[in-house]
């Protein structure tokens, strides 16, 4: 679910922006885009309604990146039992003119898979971005 609709209260709001501005801080060429989902119904359909989806765009294609977009989805899990909402996991997608890229998910083996892959570098940086992530939804 785009991160703008999913800002309800104040402290999903301020999450929110701290994400942004860890991943700005590590990445200050980046440009943040909290409604990477189109509003019509047929994508809505295929929005995952537990989670924060987060867009950045770079000011071009570059070849550590291997991607000019990301897409960043953080996946949500609300406990009935105790009415607690984790965050679970993290989903990133490189995206170029040509398509999704590669993908590192946080559920899997924390690895980025795909036809082409970001450097060794930023593949670091965004599995600590991950970890950050979680820890400011879980703490």
């Given at each position: 679910?785009?991160?703008a609709?999913?800002?309800?209260?104040?402290?999903?709001?301020?999450?929110?922006?701290t994400?942004?501005?860890?991943?700005k801080?590590?990445?200050?060429?980046?440009?943040?885009?909290?409604?990477?989902?189109?509003?019509?119904?047929e994508?809505?359909?295929?929005?995952?309604?537990?989670?924060?989806?987060?867009?950045?765009?770079?000011?071009?294609?570059?070849?550590?990146?291997?991607?000019?977009?990301l897409?960043?989805?953080i996946?949500?899990?609300?406990?009935?039992?105790?009415?607690?909402?984790r965050?679970?996991g993290v989903?990133?997608?490189?995206?170029?003119?040509?398509?999704?890229?590669?993908?590192?998910?946080?559920?899997?083996?924390?690895?980025?898979?795909?036809?082409?892959q970001p450097?060794?570098?930023?593949?670091?940086?965004?599995k600590?971005?991950?970890?950050?992530?979680?820890?400011?939804?879980?703490?």
């Amino acid at each position: 679910m785009n991160a703008a609709l999913m800002a309800t209260n104040l402290e999903i709001a301020s999450k929110i922006a701290t994400i942004v501005n860890l991943f700005k801080f590590e990445f200050p060429d980046a440009k943040s885009d909290l409604k990477p989902w189109t509003n019509d119904p047929e994508t809505m359909e295929l929005v995952d309604p537990d989670s924060i989806d987060i867009g950045f765009h770079f000011p071009g294609v570059s070849k550590s990146w291997q991607s000019r977009s990301l897409l960043i989805q953080i996946r949500f899990y609300q406990d009935p039992m105790n009415d607690m909402r984790r965050a679970i996991g993290v989903e990133i997608a490189g995206f170029s003119h040509n398509g999704e890229q590669w993908r590192l998910s946080t559920v899997d083996n924390w690895n980025c898979v795909g036809i082409s892959q970001p450097s060794s570098e930023k593949s670091e940086k965004l599995k600590k971005f991950c970890r950050q992530i979680l820890e400011v939804f879980n703490s």
